[in-house]
């Protein structure tokens, strides 16, 4: 039997979830093209709808205001067919995701894409440290059940070509009704 409410929405929501830097927007975009899913970017939301209560000095981010985006998105969400990328998780409603997708990637990897994003050293100190103790891992199985969560590597190109496969295929797999 498939969990995390299978069967309720015609389309299923999926979460991509990971340290800054490991692939989310990457890997959602390609999904969303393969899928004809919605990709939300949860950032880009927050700055455009202004769902923040300012900005923080000390982490070099919008301070998200976590009702105003539930809010937001709540319609959506049970409409389905929404892919959700955002480097949290633990405040989304549990019922919204059918698939949790952390994605991971080597320590040197993340240090050279935040490198070329101009974070600064704090900032990439605090997101190696949060990738090699796995944090947003742990929230994922702390926040969801265990058998919609997966990690999946996200170094190469190749990986993500391989990811949004397996991806497309079970979102294909979705709506196919079982035999009776
Ligand atoms: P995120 O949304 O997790 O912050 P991103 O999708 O913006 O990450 O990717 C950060 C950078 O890394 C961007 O320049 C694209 C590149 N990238 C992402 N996934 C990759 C992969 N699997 N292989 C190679 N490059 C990748």
Redesign the pocket.
Known sequence: MAGGGEGRRKKPNILIT?T????????ATALADSTQLRHINIGDLVREKNLHDGWDEEFECHVINEDLVCDELEDAMDEGGNIV?Y?GCDFFPERWFDRVVV?QVENSVLFD?LT?RGYSQTKITNNIECEIFGVLLEEAKESYPEQIVVALQ????E??ARNVETLSEWVRNWSVPLPV
């Open positions: 990971g800054p830097g490991t692939g989310k927007t990457t890997m990328d480097h994605l894409r070329k996200s170094n190469t190109i990986d993500v």
